[in-house]
C-alpha cells in the first residue's frame, strides 16, 4: 500500500502531462492492483473530463480511444469510485461517436 501511495501522489503532481491514455493506463494499473485511492481518482475524473470536454469542443482534437473509455471506467467502478460526473461525459464521448 505505501508504494501505490506514494505512486498516486507522484502521479496526482503530473496530471497535466498526461494524455487519455495514461489517465486511463493509471486507473486500469490501481484497479487491477485493488489498490483504491480517493484522492487520485478524483483528480483522474477531474483530469478526463478536462480531456473529454476538449475532444468534443474541438474539430481538432482526436476522439478518445474507447479501450481507454472502457479501461477508465472499469477501474472506477472496480474500485467503487463512482464518480457521476466523469460518467456522464464518458457516456456523452461514446454517443458522440456513435459507439453506442
Keep these: 500500500p505505501k508504494l501505490f ?4 501522489r507522484a502521479i496526482e ?3 497535466e502531462d498526461c494524455n487519455a491514455q495514461d489517465l486511463a493506463n493509471t486507473a486500469w494499473a490501481f484497479g487491477k492492483a485493488c489498490q483504491p485511492d480517493e484522492a487520485l481518482f478524483a483528480a483522474l475524473a477531474k483530469a478526463m473530463e478536462r480531456y473529454l ?3 468534443s469542443a474541438s474539430a481538432d482534437c482526436v476522439a478518445i480511444n474507447v479501450q481507454d473509455l472502457v479501461n ?3 477501474a472506477f467502478a472496480k474500485l467503487g469510485q463512482f ?3 466523469l460518467f456522464a461525459a464518458v457516456g456523452a464521448s461514446i454517443k458522440a461517436q456513435r459507439l453506442e
Design 5 to 8: 501511495t506514494a505512486l498516486g
Design 13 to 15: 503532481a503530473r496530471l
Design 53 to 55: 470536454e476538449g475532444s
Design 72 to 74: 477508465t471506467t472499469w
Design 83 to 85: 464518480d457521476r460526473q
